[in-house]
């Protein structure tokens, strides 16, 4: 069974610009979380969405976004990019009921110049 | 927001001996606790998880134990190997979201 796929693995993009990140769940789960990930923050919660819709969200600015589309997929797009927005991007799938078993995909590092 | 600590930032360890790495929660409302293993350049793995119901719960060469009292869990890897070196964190959740500890790093000595 394939895992969680993130795409693009590396992106590099300069302030003021907007980004949006991919990610594939694992066949037949239906949530998916994503996280930012830095050095010093460690992970952080940005948002969750189940059957399309968000059911989750993180302490984050509006200019974070996200969607799932119907088959699961979903992606998330910052818009006005900041230096401090380079961070590794995670997103987790989980099972409609096993919720909490979240599986990581590798992430997507996104540095911003 | 919610506090979730580790009691050190590195550990080191010879292998073959035993590892335990510490975590600290703050929220007693946590119901459900998971350990990750995180290694360089690929997303959180999966380890072991417990739910506050529980007080410990063993998986292969994993022991995850919970006090509620002090509010503290830990992860206890046993005969430690090479392939163990990596960042480990805790992440507990009330039941909206998971909160992650900022993690562990383990270096397994030849």
């Known amino acids: 069974k394939a895992g969680v796929t993130q795409t693009p693995r590396y992106l590099i993009k300069t302030r003021g610009q907007q980004v949006t990140l991919s990610c594939s769940p694992i066949?037949?789960?239906?949530?998916v979380s994503w996280y930012q990930q830095t050095p010093g923050q460690g992970l952080q919660f940005l948002f969750e969405?189940?059957?399309?819709?968000?059911?989750n969200k993180g302490n984050f600015p509006g200019r974070f976004s996200g969607r799932q589309f119907s088959n699961s997929r979903s992606e998330m797009n910052v818009s006005t990019l900041e230096l401090g927005d380079s961070a590794l991007y995670l997103c987790?799938?989980?099972?409609?009921?096993?919720?909490?078993?979240?599986?990581f995909g590798p992430g997507t590092r996104l540095t911003v110049t | 927001g919610e506090s979730v600590g580790l009691h050190l930032p590195t550990l080191s360890v010879q292998e073959g001996d035993n590892s335990i790495i510490n975590c600290a929660y703050s929220?007693?409302?946590?119901?459900?606790f998971i350990w990750y293993k995180q290694e360089s350049g690929k997303g959180p793995q999966f380890i072991i998880d417990?739910?506050?119901?529980?007080d410990k719960r063993q998986g292969q060469r994993v022991t995850v134990l919970l006090n509620k009292t002090v509010k503290h869990l830990s992860l206890q890897i046993a005969a430690t190997q090479p392939g163990d070196s990596a960042v480990y964190f805790c992440?507990?959740?009330?039941?909206?979201?998971?909160?992650f500890g900022t993690g562990t790093s383990l270096t397994v000595i030849p």
């Open positions: 987790a799938s989980s099972y409609t009921n096993k919720e909490y078993e979240q599986y």
């Open positions: 066949s037949g789960h239906r949530s």
């Open positions: 969405y189940f059957s399309e819709t968000q059911r």
């Open positions: 929220n007693s409302a946590s119901d459900y």
């Open positions: 417990i739910r506050s119901n529980m």
């Open positions: 992440a507990e959740n009330t039941g909206n979201q998971f909160y």
